[in-house]
């Protein structure tokens, strides 16, 4: 005879059984029903949910005092794997990341395992309306052309309110304004920083007459000679030879990136070269002036786009850019921003990446251009964010170009060859001239580093509050303690250190000095090699004693550092009269083993914090006994928020960076 389930074994199946049908059913089911279900059983409910109902009943709910945190968390799990760690803390924020991933993925067909399976729920115009009203970044794919262009036909409600809500847009691939099916991307361009809230602009493309579109007009009022000779073209000609005749100038042909199938029937009709040169001609007279129906114009292509539309009251208004982030800068791509800068009075912030070292002329153009900004009442250039710079001393003179910068971060990779800076940029009153500095990121990829160029700004910058530096690399035999010290006398406002990938085992006492009466709130010294230490354990209590004296800190990170069983010492943060703040513990990628996690909680139970820890313990081998592992886990779970990754011992690649 087959024994009976246990009485709540069946009322948990019962009860998936019905969450299920509720899914299921729910279009047909009272929307109140559910409301008025108890608040437990609407918990229970919501990883159950599909992302339109969530999206449906989450104002609702929230009036109630339920969070639907736990749904978008499950989706977010659901999307990446179980292993997946949602560090989103806040709903919106996990509702955000939910919808922005499923919206670039549906919008333009793409699919993955979620998607699939889920394909019901979301191939429909309710979740790209729901989607819409929540996300703040639009990708444009140019080469997907199908999709952009339902989205100003049978879509254009989409569109709409893609316009009221979008705040950042990206241009991930070339936009080649040699095809006529591209003045769809330039319209939806047009309408979202036109017409729309955009104000932030990502490039990720190559071509520079596309970067000069972008920009002109929406903070620029240059426009390069490649672009004014584009104005000419009529409807009825295709572009592709004023870009061809240009290429050797532009670049713009090694840039086009290869283009989907949808556009090779794409017509090209060339046009004569005398129009090049009579643009030219009225350039230079100063009687040019854009023709009426030009084709990339984006005042054109609203009244061709959108006919219906009232244009009564004039030409359609520009747009301005304030945040603009080039993430492949070349030469050519500098040349064009570097003639836009002197009149782009709008731009706040600029991000400049290259996944190779910038050419050291490039950097000094850069500079020229900015200090020519700068010296105009209208800059409001404060945020700085530039890499790979060839030379460690053309940060100063960044700086010195940009005296209104207040957050600055650059990445360094020194060059054999090239020319001197010394020679450009001598030294001069305004080189001692104190920094507005409030954020600065330094990062280093070298052999040996001269760190007197970073002290430099250091002492230059008495309102720094953010300070970050990674990769510092010393000649053997030289110490850190310089650096330490002058982040002590000069730089008494901070209130965020991240010190990263550099050796301060032998800098302990500067350490102890620096926080002595600082104001720090957070501390990272992640891959600063603590266990060189003569004896560690000492070396870790004496940190603990000084880190107990600074109140307002509430973050901590010694990530990378390979503490293995010295780790245990780091409960004493919470012992005594006076516990530490910190609410925040990372020790992930040190090499716990689990009877070492163990030691931790065992002594954390003693020295209880005086507030719930998120305690980060990614990437230690917890693998090696799971049955101790798990029981460590078991008694933090009380104290601790706990953040814990897969560890695969049998990946020798795993063990070998915890032993770096």
Request: aromatic letters at 4%.
């Amino acid at each position: 005879m087959r024994r009976a389930e246990p009485t709540n074994v069946t009322q948990t199946c019962l009860k998936e059984i019905c969450l299920r049908a509720v899914r299921k059913h729910f279009s047909a089911l009272d929307f109140r029903a559910v409301l008025d279900l108890p608040a437990p059983l609407i918990r229970d409910l919501l990883p159950h949910l599909t992302v339109c109902q969530l999206d449906e009943l989450q104002p609702e709910l929230n009036q109630r005092g339920i969070s639907t945190h736990s749904g978008w968390a499950g989706i977010l799990q659901d999307m990446y794997g179980p292993n997946y760690e949602v560090d989103l803390h806040t709903e919106e924020r996990a509702k955000h990341e939910v919808m922005s991933r499923l919206f670039t993925l549906v919008f333009y067909g793409f699919t993955n395992h979620f998607v699939e399976r889920n394909i019901t729920n979301l191939s429909t115009s309710s979740f790209l309306w729901a989607a819409a009203k929540c996300i703040k970044h639009f990708l444009l794919n140019a080469n997907f052309h199908k999709p952009l262009q339902r989205l100003t036909a049978e879509q254009q409600p989409l569109l709409n309110l893609l316009e009221k809500h979008i705040r950042s847009v990206a241009v991930v691939q070339s936009i080649d304004v040699s095809k006529r099916k591209t003045q769809t991307s330039l319209y939806i361009l047009h309408r979202l920083l036109d017409h729309g809230m955009a104000k932030k602009l990502v490039v990720d493309v190559r071509c520079p007459i596309a970067l000069a579109w972008l920009l002109h007009g929406r903070g620029s009022q240059d426009a390069t000679p490649e672009l004014k000779s584009l104005m000419l073209c009529k409807r009825e000609s295709s572009i592709s030879q004023a870009a061809a005749a240009r290429a050797d100038i532009a670049g713009c042909s090694a840039g086009r990136e290869t283009r989907a199938s949808e556009d090779e029937d794409d017509p090209v009709i060339p046009f004569k070269r005398s129009m090049l040169d009579s643009a030219s001609q009225e350039e230079e007279s100063g009687n040019w002036k854009p023709g009426p129906d030009f084709t990339v114009d984006p005042q054109v292509l609203c009244r061709t786009f959108s006919p219906c539309d009232d244009h009564s009251a004039g030409a359609c208004t520009w747009g301005q850019i304030d945040c603009l982030e080039i993430r492949e800068c070349r030469s050519v791509t500098l040349r064009v921003l570097n003639s836009a800068l002197p009149t782009f009075f709008c731009l706040r912030s600029l991000t400049l990446h290259s996944s190779v070292t910038l050419r050291e002329s490039d950097v000094l153009g850069l500079a020229r251009a900015l200090k020519q900004l700068s010296e105009s009442s209208r800059s409001c250039l404060t945020f700085l964010n530039i890499g790979v710079l060839p030379n460690a001393k053309l940060t100063e003179m960044l700086l010195d170009a940009c005296p209104k910068v207040t957050s600055l971060h650059v990445e360094i990779q020194t060059m054999m060859w090239g020319t001197l800076v010394q020679a450009y940029h001598p030294r001069t009153a305004e080189s001692d001239k104190e920094l507005p500095l409030e954020k600065l990121t330094v990062k280093v990829g070298e052999l040996q580093t001269d760190v007197h160029f970073i002290t430099s700004v250091l002492r230059r910058s008495p309102h720094l509050t953010s300070l970050h530096i990674a990769g510092i690399r010393l000649p053997t035999g030289s110490s850190l303690s310089q650096l330490l010290t002058t982040i002590s006398e000069s730089n008494t406002c901070l209130r965020s250190l991240n010190l990263e990938d550099m050796k301060l085992s032998d800098c302990l006492p500067e350490i102890h000095n620096l926080l002595r009466d600082c104001k720090l709130e957070e501390l990272r010294c992640n891959d600063c090699r603590l266990h060189e230490c003569s004896d560690t354990e000492h070396c870790l209590q004496q940190l603990v004693v000084a880190l107990k004296t600074v109140p307002s800190l509430h973050t901590l990170s010694l990530a990378r550092n390979r503490l293995a069983k010295n780790v245990c010492v780091l409960a004493e943060l919470f012992s005594g009269p006076s516990p530490s703040t910190v609410k925040w513990l990372d020790i992930s990628s040190n090499f716990i083993r689990p009877a070492e996690l163990l030691e931790l909680a065992h002594r954390l139970s003693s020295h209880r914090p005086p507030q719930r820890l998120v305690l980060d313990l990614r990437r230690n081998p917890g693998d090696r006994d799971p049955d101790t592992w798990n029981a460590a886990l078991n008694k933090l779970r009380p104290l601790c928020a706990l953040l814990v990754g897969v560890w695969k011992s049998s990946d020798t690649m795993v063990d070998h960076i915890s032993n770096m």
